[in-house]
């Protein structure tokens, strides 16, 4: 799972109000390389909740990004752009698990998949 | 591939190869998990029809939702690949032994999703509304009894409910809540499904519609149809960028006459 995708998740138990962002609990963090495209990270900026990534960031290992929300220019520095796009992309969390900053509960990430499937009563 | 020679004296070499689409040989399998089939190959069929209108879209965010063993999102990631500008893709299956297997398609073409297992597109929903450029569905559309709906591994593949409508019409306004402005969805239905009334129902919510493909097997009458939102500032039409103004009406007849065609033949058998 790459933080793109918790950047996207929210958890999905019924009643929760404050699902976001998941905590990260990390058991096994891979890198993989992934091509630099600068148009998609542009693309992706104003989109992505910023603190959540510098903090899932941090919590896997890689504590090079700012942590205060960036001003926009900053998309004109490629040496930003490189980080971003490393936090962003490369990081896996492959082992470990996500939980509800709500009511705690779990969601197990197995195989770098994370598993959001709800019990029946949290539907 | 063909070599050709301009003006200038230099040469241009035109890749003639036909698009790469995933490869059977290559497809990951489970015991519960749906293997690609001629509803598969229609969807894709689909794809391929519209490659160039795919990579002209540039699309950012994809997304399959049910990708079963993998073929459908590894073909569109293939499709769209490029080296400077692939876009971001997400597959989902409420299935764990489906994620696991479309992970081991992906890779073994050597292309990423990022996967998750949830039931259609649940946990996304929130962050993601809005931002899905290109949507791809084959959803259980086989008409079952209610009660087989929702039970898990294989059958979530195929169970449909009364009509087979039972999830397509959770889905729908689902991907209504995460299309982006230029967003697409193409998704997959049987005859029996009534999909002249699911274009209906679309409309109503600001989509135009059109069939890609039709099929039809001895079993079944497969159609993969593509909607796209009508906005005031989208082209209308940029779908194809084709549809002027006064066609859209024309379109609608089209689609009203293919779709009652069909759907009066499936009632005759």
């Not at chain 1, 699902?19 to 900026?45: A, C, H, S, W, Y």
């Not at chain 2, 297992?117 to 569905?137: H, P, Q, W, Y």
């Amino acid at each position: 799972m790459r933080l793109l995708t918790h950047n996207m998740l929210s958890s999905n138990i019924k009643g929760v109000i404050n699902g976001f962002p998941l905590r990260i609990e990390v058991e096994k963090v891979i890198e993989k390389q992934v091509d630099f495209n600068p148009d998609f990270l542009k693309n992706m900026f104003s989109k992505i909740d910023w603190k959540a990534l510098a903090d899932a960031s941090k919590i896997m290992g890689y504590a090079e990004l700012p942590e205060e929300v960036p001003d926009a220019s900053v998309l004109d520095s490629d040496e930003f752009l490189q980080k971003f796009h490393h936090a962003l992309l490369e990081l896996h969390l492959e082992e470990g698990a996500l939980v509800c900053p709500e009511t705690g509960r779990r969601f197990p990430v197995n195989k770098g998949i994370p598993n959001m499937l709800l019990h029946e009563d949290e539907v | 591939m063909s070599v050709i020679w301009d003006a200038k004296g230099s040469f241009k070499i035109f890749d003639d190869m036909p698009p790469r689409i995933a490869q059977i040989r290559l497809v990951s399998s489970h015991p519960q998990v749906y293997a690609p089939c001629d509803d598969s190959y229609a969807l894709v069929d689909a794809l391929l029809a519209d490659r160039k209108k795919l990579i002209d879209h540039h699309p950012t965010i994809c997304m399959e939702v049910g990708s079963g063993s993998g073929y459908v999102i590894t073909s569109l990631a293939l499709i769209l690949k490029s080296e400077s500008n692939s876009p971001h893709f997400f597959a989902t299956d409420v299935n764990p032994h489906a994620t696991l297997v479309t992970r081991d398609t992906l890779e073994a073409h050597e292309v990423h999703a990022e996967l998750l297992t949830t039931n259609i597109t649940s946990g996304l929903e929130k962050r993601l509304a809005g931002m899905v450029d290109v949507m791809v569905v084959n959803p259980p559309y086989v008409p079952t009894p209610e009660e087989e709906v929702g039970n898990g591994g294989l059958s979530a593949a195929w169970a449909g409910g009364e009509n087979g409508r039972a999830v397509i019409d959770k889905i729908l306004p689902v991907a209504d809540n995460l299309l982006s402005e230029k967003g697409w969805l193409y998704m997959l239905f049987l005859a029996a499904n009534d999909p002249l009334q699911i274009c209906l129902e679309m409309r109503d919510r600001g989509y135009g519609s059109k069939i890609v493909v039709q099929r039809s097997t001895e079993e079944e009458t497969l159609h993969v149809i593509k909607f796209w939102r009508e906005s005031e500032n989208q082209m209308e039409g940029s779908e194809g960028g084709s549809t002027p103004k006064s066609g859209s009406q024309k379109g609608w007849n089209y689609i009203f006459s293919q779709l009652s065609r069909l759907t009066f033949r499936e009632t005759r058998q």
